[in-house]
């Protein structure tokens, strides 16, 4: 199994920047390839995923919301992934959640994730 766990959301302006953090534990030897994403959920609408990486972090994805906006990266020694958001605006205003799940590519359904973090606050004022 697989333990994640996100930080780093908080309050900013619009058009600034924010950098979340998801920390892996458990089955995260280099012999267990695990693929990551991030999706987020706003009030009143249905989870929606934002960025994948694959275990190299040589592949990823990115929804056309934040493209261009939004770096998804991940430093398999310290087993971490990241989600580097710049140009922030309103409507990113979600809970964001990292999830995890054991393959060899990236993932995008939301239902091929099997490990799920608690979530973080990302707040984006006009």
């Known amino acids: 199994q697989v333990q994640v766990a996100e930080s780093g959301g908080g309050l900013v302006q619009a058009g600034g920047s924010l950098r979340l953090s998801c920390a892996a534990s458990g089955r995260t030897s280099s012999q267990s390839y695990y693929a990551m994403g991030w999706f987020r959920q706003a009030p009143g609408k249905e989870r929606q995923i934002v960025a994948a990486i694959d275990y190299t972090g040589s592949s990823t994805y990115y929804a056309d919301s934040v493209k261009g906006r939004f770096t998804v990266s991940r430093d398999n020694a310290k087993n971490t992934v990241y989600l580097q958001m710049n140009s922030l605006k309103p409507e990113d205003t979600a809970v964001y959640y990292c999830?995890?799940?054991?393959?060899?590519?990236?993932?995008?359904?939301?239902?091929?994730?099997?490990?799920w973090g608690q979530g973080t606050q990302v707040t984006v004022s006009s």
């Open positions: 999830a995890a799940t054991f393959g060899t590519s990236f993932y995008i359904a939301e239902r091929t994730y099997e490990y």
